[in-house]
C-alpha cells in the first residue's frame, strides 16, 4: 500500500501527468487508490506501453510525464528501451517511477519457509519467456521441490501438473518446460542485457513476503535521470496493515480466499480490499467469478 500512496502523492502534484497501465487504477493505497486521484483532478493516463508515455512526454513539454514502472520481467524489458529512447532523444520530462519486481528471490523467501508447504511449483509462463529455466533449476536442486514452466490454457496447466506429479512420486526435483511453444532454456537473452544494462538490483517490500534483498528494480547510474523517485523526492510511505485483509496468507498458499474473514463480505471485485481481489488473476478474484467452493 505503501507504494500506492507514493504514486498518488506524485500523481496530485501541480504539472504531473502519470502514465500507468490499466490495471493498476483500482489497486488501494492505505487510504486512496489511482482511480480516485483521479476524480479528484489528478491527471492519470492509461497506456499500452510504456512507449505510449514517452510519445506523452514529447506532446507535452511544460508537462512532467510519469511512467509508473509496475511488474515483472515480463515488463520491465520494455520500461528500459521507452528510458533508453527518451535518453536518446533528448525528451527530457519523461521518468519512471520503477516498482518493478524480480521473481526468483521471492520463490526462494517461500521455498525456505518452513511454514509454507510447497510440493512444487507452476513457474509463470511469461516470465519465464525472458529469463529462462536457470534459476528455476537452482532452485529445483537447492530445495528438493520440482518446478514445471507452464502455459496460461486449460490443457497447459493440466499437463503442467501431471508433470510435477510425475517427479513428486519418482523422487525427484528438476526444473522442466511444458510451455515449450513459447519459452526457451535460456529465456530472451536481448531482454536480458537490456535489464542489466539499463536496471540493477535492489531489496523492495513484498505484500505478504516482507522486504526481500536484491527482489526490486531501479535504474542504474547511467540512468538515474530517469528515476522519479529520485527527480521529485517521492517519500517512503509505510505499509498499513488493513484489519482483517489476509492477502499475505493467500499469496503464499498459507489458506485458502474463504479463509480470509473479509473475503466476499467487505472485499469484492466491486470494492476490492487487497490485490488478490483487485487484479482478475488474482486468487480472490478467481475464487469470487467461478464460485469456487
Same mark, same amino acid.
Given at each position: 500500500?505503501?507504494?500506492?500512496?507514493?504514486?498518488?502523492?506524485?500523481? #496530485?502534484?501541480?504539472?504531473?501527468?502519470?502514465?500507468?497501465?490499466?490495471?493498476?487504477?483500482?489497486?488501494?493505497?492505505?487510504? !486512496?487508490?489511482?482511480?480516485?486521484?483521479? !476524480? &479528484?483532478?489528478?491527471?492519470?493516463?492509461?497506456?499500452?506501453?510504456? =512507449?505510449?508515455?514517452?510519445?506523452?512526454? &514529447?506532446?507535452?513539454?511544460?508537462?512532467?510525464?510519469?511512467?509508473?514502472?509496475?511488474?515483472?520481467?515480463?515488463?520491465?524489458?520494455?520500461?528500459?528501451?521507452?528510458?533508453?529512447?527518451?535518453?536518446?532523444?533528448?525528451?527530457?520530462?519523461?521518468?519512471?517511477?520503477?516498482?518493478?519486481?524480480?521473481?526468483?528471490?521471492?520463490?526462494?523467501?517461500?521455498?525456505?519457509?518452513?511454514?509454507?508447504?510447497?510440493?512444487?511449483?507452476?513457474?509463470?509462463?511469461?516470465?519465464? *519467456?525472458?529469463?529462462?529455466?536457470?534459476?528455476?533449476?537452482?532452485?529445483?536442486?537447492?530445495?528438493?521441490?520440482?518446478?514445471?514452466?507452464?502455459?496460461?490454457?486449460?490443457?497447459?496447466?493440466?499437463?503442467?501438473?501431471?508433470?510435477?506429479?510425475?517427479?513428486?512420486?519418482?523422487?525427484?526435483?528438476?526444473? #522442466? *518446460?511444458?510451455?515449450?511453444?513459447?519459452?526457451?532454456? #535460456?529465456?530472451?537473452?536481448?531482454?536480458?542485457?537490456?535489464?542489466?544494462?539499463?536496471?540493477?538490483?535492489?531489496?523492495? /517490500?513484498? &505484500?505478504? =513476503?516482507?522486504?526481500?534483498?536484491?527482489?526490486?528494480?531501479?535504474?542504474?547510474? #547511467?540512468?538515474?535521470?530517469?528515476?522519479? /523517485?529520485?527527480?521529485?523526492?517521492?517519500?517512503?510511505?509505510?505499509?498499513?496493515?488493513?484489519?482483517?485483509?489476509?492477502?499475505?496468507?493467500?499469496?503464499?498458499?498459507?489458506?485458502?480466499?474463504?479463509e480470509c474473514r473479509l473475503f466476499s463480505r467487505a472485499c469484492t471485485?466491486?470494492?476490492?480490499?487487497?490485490?488478490?481481489?483487485?487484479?482478475?488473476?488474482?486468487?480472490?478474484?478467481?475464487?469470487? /467469478?467461478?464460485?469456487?467452493?
Amino acid at each position: 500500500q505503501g507504494d500506492i500512496d507514493a504514486v498518488i502523492d506524485l500523481a #496530485e502534484r501541480p504539472g504531473i501527468i502519470l502514465v500507468t497501465f490499466g490495471d493498476m487504477m483500482r489497486v488501494p493505497g492505505n487510504k !486512496s487508490s489511482l482511480q480516485e486521484a483521479r !476524480s &479528484r483532478g489528478a491527471d492519470v493516463r492509461i497506456a499500452y506501453s510504456p =512507449l505510449d508515455a514517452v510519445e506523452i512526454a &514529447r506532446q507535452n513539454p511544460e508537462k512532467e510525464v510519469v511512467f509508473l514502472g509496475i511488474g515483472f520481467e515480463t515488463t520491465a524489458p520494455a520500461v528500459a528501451i521507452s528510458a533508453e529512447k527518451a535518453q536518446q532523444e533528448g525528451v527530457k520530462n519523461y521518468s519512471v517511477l520503477t516498482l518493478h519486481k524480480v521473481v526468483p528471490p521471492a520463490l526462494e523467501v517461500i521455498f525456505a519457509d518452513p511454514d509454507i508447504k510447497v510440493n512444487g511449483l507452476i513457474c509463470p509462463g511469461h516470465v519465464s *519467456i525472458v529469463i529462462g529455466l536457470e534459476r528455476y533449476t537452482q532452485l529445483a536442486q537447492k530445495y528438493h521441490q520440482p518446478c514445471v514452466v507452464t502455459g496460461f490454457e486449460t490443457l497447459d496447466i493440466l499437463e503442467g501438473i501431471v508433470m510435477l506429479l510425475q517427479q513428486i512420486r519418482q523422487g525427484q526435483a528438476r526444473a #522442466e *518446460i511444458q510451455y515449450k511453444r513459447v519459452v526457451r532454456p #535460456e529465456g530472451n537473452l536481448v531482454a536480458q542485457e537490456t535489464l542489466k544494462k539499463v536496471f540493477t538490483t535492489v531489496g523492495a /517490500r513484498w &505484500r505478504g =513476503l516482507g522486504f526481500i534483498e536484491d527482489s526490486g528494480l531501479e535504474f542504474n547510474q #547511467e540512468y538515474e535521470e530517469m528515476d522519479a /523517485r529520485k527527480k521529485f523526492a517521492i517519500p517512503e510511505y509505510e505499509d498499513i496493515p488493513i484489519k482483517g485483509c489476509a492477502c499475505g496468507d493467500v499469496l503464499t498458499g498459507r489458506i485458502t480466499p474463504h479463509e480470509c474473514r473479509l473475503f466476499s463480505r467487505a472485499c469484492t471485485p466491486i470494492n476490492p480490499i487487497g490485490p488478490c481481489m483487485v487484479s482478475h488473476e488474482g486468487a480472490c478474484a478467481a475464487y469470487y /467469478r467461478y464460485k469456487i467452493s
